[in-house]
Nanobody, 118 residues
Framework: QVQLVESGGGSVQAGGSLTLSCAAS?????MGWFRQRPGKEREGVAQ???????TYADSVKGRFTIRREGAKKIMQLQMSDLKPEDTAMYSC???????????????WGQGTQVTVSS
């Protein structure tokens, strides 16, 4: 079992920045961030393999950066130029393949809320 603990959510004004962190209890090949906006389905935000292969949703490209450190067990998502439409519950996930499909991920954190006000 891999346990994931997120931190770093909060409230910020549009144009601001936040960094989310996710700490895994053990190494796993792929980690990613997903979000669920009110009334919407869960969607992929960014994913990263232990080799540094990354994928980003089109809506966050150029604004969000994902990276791993700490023996690949810590994943961070640097979010800048935040927009009200980024408001969502952000969840960390881990799995064995790089995928934007949340169903491909076995392990999930509890989630952290990000609220962006206009």
């Amino acid at each position: 079992q891999v346990q994931l603990v997120e931190s770093g959510g909060g409230s910020v004004q549009a144009g601001g920045s936040l960094t989310l962190s996710c700490a895994a209890s053990q190494y796993i090949y792929c980690m990613g961030w997903f979000r669920q906006r009110p009334g919407k389905e869960r969607e992929g935000v960014a994913q990263i393999s232990s080799e540094g292969i990354t994928t980003y949703a089109d809506s966050v490209k150029g604004r969000f950066t994902i990276r791993r450190e700490g023996a690949k067990k810590i994943m961070q998502l640097q979010m800048s130029d935040l927009k009200p439409e980024d408001t969502a519950m952000y969840s960390c996930a881990a799995g064995v393949v790089v995928s934007t499909n949340p169903q491909m991920y076995t392990y999930w954190g509890q989630g952290t809320q990000v609220t962006v006000s206009s």
